[in-house]
């Protein structure tokens, strides 16, 4: 991500902090959901609260590119319909399976947290996101939290609506992660915190969007054979040196705990 005054769109990250001020982390780590940090796909894992496991074909048929968020508020009003409850919803995205090796990222995490400043930017939904990550003992590394806004009504359904409305022309119609990850580093650009990196960690298109917009001193661990990786490599074929930011692919997180452990070592 272009972070300085000839970024289009972007603002100057003012260098110095206050000699009274704690040091500022070094890195922004940016972390994408579902099949990134969990090993499924959250929305339709909680089918399996839903009688019978399945979706009416109705329901299912009426999906539309680019209408996804749109397509789970039906599912969900389905399922509030069907009887299934708060109850039911935390216990599936309770059980929802962490990716391979990613308690051991956070397990370093942990152990280096103020070197790292962790944000998480997913189009899934706030209470399944905060059910998972409470339920894995990982939600404190996180500083902020980027989903669609999702709560109970009087009825006891599941709600859900858009993060925001935007431009952009190739992410779904609720969500660019792009435009999120822009207006936090300006944010964090006013109160003077400057990275020496942004480390971005996905899978999906949508992941594709912000990772496309990284610098050269940045990082992106796309998953391997996922369509982050994918559009990532399908760009330097087509336009060599387009994707500035080094690309890390991996298969389980312990191998972006340990380039991230390298790269610490350098700084030593």
Request: charged letters at 25%; a neutral charge.
């Amino acid at each position: 991500m272009k972070r300085c005054c000839e970024g289009v769109g972007l603002p100057c990250l003012f260098k110095g902090v206050g000699m009274a001020s704690p040091r500022p982390p070094r890195y922004l780590l940016v972390f994408d959901f579902d099949e990134t940090i969990i090993n499924e796909n959250s929305d339709e894992s909680i089918v399996r609260a839903a009688p019978g496991q399945a979706l009416p074909d109705h329901i299912r048929q009426s999906f539309r590119e680019g209408f996804y968020n749109d397509y789970m508020q039906r599912v969900l009003t389905y399922m509030g319909d069907q009887g299934v409850t708060m109850g039911d919803f935390k216990a599936v995205y309770e059980s929802i399976p962490l990716s391979p090796g990613m308690p051991e990222l956070f397990q370093f995490l942990s152990k280096h947290h103020e070197l790292f400043e962790i944000i998480l930017i997913s189009d899934a939904n706030m209470f399944g996101i905060e059910c998972k990550l409470r339920a894995a003992g990982s939600y404190s590394l996180f500083r902020k939290v980027f989903s669609n806004p999702s709560s109970f009504d009087k009825r006891g359904y599941f709600t859900l609506g858009p993060y925001h409305s935007h431009k952009c022309l190739e992410c779904p119609a609720n969500m660019c992660k792009r435009k999120i990850l822009t207006e936090y580093l300006a944010e964090r650009a006013q109160e003077e915190v400057e990275f020496e990196r942004v480390l971005y960690v996905g899978d999906g298109a949508n992941d594709f969007c912000p990772s496309a917009a990284l610098t050269a001193a940045d990082v992106a661990f796309p998953r391997r054979g996922y369509p982050m990786h994918r559009m990532a490599q399908e760009m330097e074929r087509k336009q060599p040196g387009a994707f500035q930011a080094t690309l890390v692919p991996w298969e389980s997180a312990a191998e972006v705990a340990r380039y991230l452990q390298e790269l610490l070592k350098k700084k030593c």
